[in-house]
């Protein structure tokens, strides 16, 4: 396994909207496996592919349940709403408060290429909205009322 650096903001593939997994191929497994690597290493609980430099619709979650990944995710359902500090690799020492929704169903390819339906509230949903969010080229900083250095 190998870890990745981790692209930091001002980088462009943050801001691009990231290109739909045609097929799982041994690279997205590998690409899966390196970015998890990536993730513990950086002490993290979400990782998005752009975040390695790649634009893929490609996740990695684990708030301490166990690794979560997700291959072209897609939201089923959202409820709620919570607003909460937020940090992110990509932007190290800044945190903000962000709005999101409380509770959320996310659809999503497993490494299998099997369908899977994943379901969180507090943190796990604010995870997955952090990180689909990157697949889109949107950053928290871009949805938070304020932010400040750490």
């Known amino acids: 396994m ?4 981790i692209v930091e ?3 462009d593939v943050l801001r691009e909207k990231a290109v739909p997994v045609k ?6 497994v590998k690409l899966l496996d390196n970015m998890l690597d990536t993730l513990y290493d950086a002490e993290g609980v979400g990782l998005a592919a752009p975040q390695v430099g790649v634009s893929k619709r490609v996740v990695v979650v684990d708030v301490g349940d166990g690794p979560i990944e997700l291959i072209n995710p ?4 959202t409820e709620g709403e919570d607003i909460d500090d937020e940090g992110c690799l990509s932007i190290p020492g800044v945190t903000g408060q962000v709005k999101r929704a409380a509770k959320v169903k996310v659809e999503a390819l497993n490494r299998k290429g099997e369908l899977q339906v994943i379901e969180g509230t507090g ?4 995870c997955l909205q952090h990180e689909v969010d990157h697949l889109e080229g949107v950053l928290f900083v ?6 400040h250095r750490r």
């Open 2 to 5: 190998a870890i990745y650096q």
């Open 9 to 11: 903001i001002g980088s």
């Open 23 to 28: 097929e799982i191929t041994p690279n997205i």
């Open 74 to 77: 897609v939201f089923l359902e």
């Open 123 to 126: 943190l796990l949903a604010r």
């Open 142 to 147: 871009d949805k938070a009322a304020k932010t």
